[in-house]
């Protein structure tokens, strides 16, 4: 069992991976965006590995992978909360697994919002910058990948009952109540009449 003392030194570990993954995210997708903007837009797309990837600047004023154009300023609020909620869940972290999950969560919605804040046509409706495209495909960016592998590395660790807090959940046992035989033993498991 960990000593009270340990716990305070187990969160500040686990919040600085989450602080160090959080900013690893956002400045590869700060970078990228700049290189991309200075060396392709208005330029003709580049295709790389066949055609397989795409390199070309779109300016998305929606969501990730370009979901719900026009909708700027909702988008806007929407990462701003998920950026305070990732902030507030970090004083139960105790986990390592779930620290690189909120931390990429964090880098790739900040990431975005630095574009919805800084970026034109206006500030806190900027248009994301865009810029990897696979065939029949939205176009995304860095901060999106982010979002979808701190996303799928979230549920993983849910299905698999581990909490934020380093804690596991035990598997749910089927109760008697609930399988199909209306509270009926399952096959095999009856009593045996002659003991």
């Known amino acids: 069992m960990e000593s009270p003392e340990g716990a305070p030194a187990r969160l500040r570990r686990r919040v600085g991976v989450l602080i160090l993954v ?13 290189i991309v903007v ?5 330029r003709e797309p580049i ?13 998305n004023s929606g ?3 370009s979901i719900g154009t026009g909708l700027t300023i909702v988008f806007t609020l929407i990462a701003t909360g998920v950026v305070i909620a990732i902030l507030r869940t970090a004083r139960r972290l105790r986990s ?15 990431g975005n919002l630095v574009d919805r804040v800084l970026r034109s046509p ?20 860095l901060a999106d990948s982010a979002i979808v592998c701190g996303g799928a590395l979230a549920v993983l660790l849910a299905a698999r009952g581990l909490q934020i807090d380093g804690t596991r ?26 003991s």
């Open 38 to 42: 200075a060396e392709l837009e208005n």
């Open 169 to 194: 959940v035990p598997p749910r046992k089927p109760d008697a109540d609930s399988d199909s035989g209306g509270g009926r033993p399952a096959p095999g498991t009856e009593p045996d009449p002659k």
């Open 47 to 59: 295709r790389l590995l066949g055609g397989l990837i795409t390199l070309t600047v779109s300016r």
């Open 96 to 110: 390592l697994p779930w620290a690189v999950s909120l931390g990429l969560l964090l880098g790739g919605a900040t």
């Open 22 to 34: 959080a900013v690893a995210a956002l400045a590869l997708d700060v970078v990228s965006k700049i």
């Open 63 to 65: 969501a990730a992978f």
């Open 122 to 141: 206006s500030p806190l409706q900027g248009h994301v910058v865009d810029w990897i495209e696979w065939p029949n495909f939205p176009v995304f960016n």
